[in-house]
């Protein structure tokens, strides 16, 4: 029997349109969450090169392209987080959380925004866990006292974020975040699960300039190019763009955290408690050089899965997020199930 709309859908064109749209506005979402395939169909889709109406599939071509669209709309909907405001003693903390599963502390490196860890956050909530990322004082909704702090202090504001009060969790510090995480697992070790520290630092010396420069970023009076230039000199291997973090500096949190660290001996939070530990380290790192991540693996051995990314700096994050995410899947199906 002849059926029309199984050799044409009649709609097809206003249908295509439509995901076309969902997938464009999701495709940030999917080469985040790692689904290079499905960009590379929607590339090669036999659209005209002319808007605003692709012309109508035949039914069985269409099939794969909704499918496609399904999952760009599944991929752009884990993209969105919830956002909630913890308190804890006179503190708020703004809390983005992301999937569901085993929990995935996430802190921001020194005066950085939770959403350094956007795309990463979407890989693991992919994967099966929630990633969750807290504010740092003085960002978004998170307030509370900025003097008088010690690194516990800051362990205790991140893991109110965590929606378990009792569950254990795997904490990822990316820089200045990766000494709240190992704080985090020394002081409570039947909370933490594992600790993944993205350019860990504390002890080998930064390099010639690296100092002035990491001042440099959080200077607002520095004309444009010059600021530019810091965050190039301080977190950016060379040959990467550091227009990708022009913005999201923020002076007094990175002044408040600074002497929170100041006020916490490297010794108290230097083993990471007894919890397993991935290290990642950028090869050319000048402020957390890779002897600090040498180290850690020289001195607690078996503990420590060392990964040494050559092309990476400081920043890390936006210039390997690939290979960040792929170590970072790999030691949570180790540690976290």
């Known amino acids: 029997m002849h059926v029309p709309f199984a050799q044409e859908l009649p709609f097809s064109r206003v249908l295509a349109f439509l995901c076309m749209l969902a997938l464009l506005r999701a495709r940030s979402c999917l080469r985040a969450l790692g689904f290079s395939r499905a960009l590379a169909f929607s590339r090669a889709l036999p659209f005209p090169r002319a808007l605003p109406f692709p012309r109508a599939l035949p039914f069985p071509r269409a099939l794969p392209f909704f499918a496609a669209c399904l999952a760009a709309s599944l991929a752009a909907g884990a993209g969105h987080a919830e956002i909630r405001t913890v308190t804890r003693g006179d503190a708020a903390i ?52 900025m003097q008088g702090l010690t690194l516990h202090d800051l362990a205790l504001d ?16 990316h820089a200045f ?7 985090l697992a020394t002081e409570w070790p039947e909370r933490v699960a594992g600790v993944v520290m993205l350019a860990a630092g504390g002890k080998a010396a930064m390099k010639p300039g690296a100092r002035e420069a990491l001042t440099a970023v959080f200077d607002p009076t520095l004309p444009a190019d010059r600021h530019l230039h810091a965050v190039e000199v301080a977190f950016f291997a ?4 550091p227009a990708v973090w022009r913005n999201g500096w923020f002076a007094p949190v990175a002044q408040m955290q600074s002497a929170a660290t100041r006020a916490s001996p490297v010794e108290r939070w230097w083993s990471a408690g007894r919890a397993p530990m991935l290290v990642v380290q950028g090869v050319q790192d000048a402020v957390a050089p890779p002897e600090n991540g040498r180290a850690l693996a020289a001195e607690f051995g078996a503990r420590v899965i060392l ?17 960040i995410a792929a170590r970072v899947l790999e030691f949570l199906a180790r540690v976290a199930r």
């Open 94 to 145: 703004e809390c983005r959380v992301d999937g569901r599963g085993p929990a995935v502390l996430m802190i921001a490196s020194l005066g950085r925004p939770a959403e350094d860890f956007d795309a990463l956050a979407a890989r693991v909530a992919g994967a099966g866990y929630t990633a969750v990322r807290p504010q740092p004082r003085g960002v978004g909704a998170s307030r509370g006292p």
């Open 158 to 173: 991140a893991l109110a974020c965590v929606p378990d009060p009792t569950g254990r969790v795997v904490a990822i510090g």
């Open 177 to 183: 975040g990766q000494r709240v995480a190992r704080t």
């Open 238 to 241: 060379p040959g990467n763009d």
């Open 307 to 323: 990964h040494e990314i050559d092309g990476a700096g400081h920043a890390m994050l936006p210039e390997r997020p690939e290979e």
